[in-house]
């Protein structure tokens, strides 16, 4: 099975990390609730939007040390490639933030992958990894891959005309935003995620 994955907020998880980095940039006070929506509602209302812009920039580009993989998702990525699966990573990403420093987004992305042990022998292969700059291009980069299944934490996406109609659309959803809003296969962990597509919930909990 060639199973297609997502980056951001599928396999790199942002929980607390913008207040994080919000706080060493000494932007926003302690106390400020950890949600990256309370940290962007905070410089938007201070007027300051431009400042979550570059924010996110520096996030993404030059403090993905702060941040990790969902839970479950290295013992997934074991089990599957164990079981003989094909995993790629297929993401859209512009290669540049639009406003501060000129980091590279892609390679920044890249080596979050190759720190954490997810690319590399046993794991994702180096080759399998796209990053897209364009939504559209993420799809068609899919479907030129001929993936099987497709992970995505964003229903638009899954519901792009440019996926061939025999892919497996899984929506991931921790946080139940979608809940009761797609008509797709919907989990909240990649615990559930790997049983759904290995059989093997034993070998995935972690």
């Not at 980095?21 to 929506?37: C, D, F, G, R, W």
């Not at 892919?167 to 008509?183: M, N």
């Amino acid at each position: 099975m060639r199973i297609g994955i997502d980056f951001d907020n599928t396999i790199a998880c942002y929980e607390g990390v913008f207040h994080r980095a919000a706080l060493i940039q000494e932007l926003i006070p302690e106390t400020l609730e950890t949600s990256k929506n309370a940290v962007r509602d905070y410089l938007n209302g201070s007027g300051r939007k431009d400042e979550f812009t570059i924010l996110q920039g520096y996030v993404y580009g030059a403090r993905m040390d702060l941040v990790e993989p969902y839970p479950g998702f290295a013992a997934f990525v074991s089990a599957a490639r164990a079981a003989g699966h094909e995993l790629f990573v297929v993401s859209h990403k512009t290669k540049a933030p639009i406003m501060g420093p000129a980091y590279d987004l892609h390679e920044a992305a890249r080596g979050f992958l190759m720190n954490q042990g997810l690319v590399g022998e046993g794991a994702i292969a180096q080759s399998n990894v796209f990053f897209e700059v364009t939504k559209e291009d993420k799809v068609a980069r899919a479907a030129a891959l001929g993936v099987d299944v497709f992970v995505d934490d964003l229903p638009e996406i899954l519901g792009m005309s440019g996926f061939p109609a025999s892919v497996r659309k899984i929506l991931f959803d921790p946080e139940s935003y979608h809940a009761g809003k797609t008509g797709y296969e919907t989990f909240s962990d990649w615990n559930a995620i790997g049983h759904a597509l290995t059989g093997q919930a034993d070998v995935l909990a972690q």
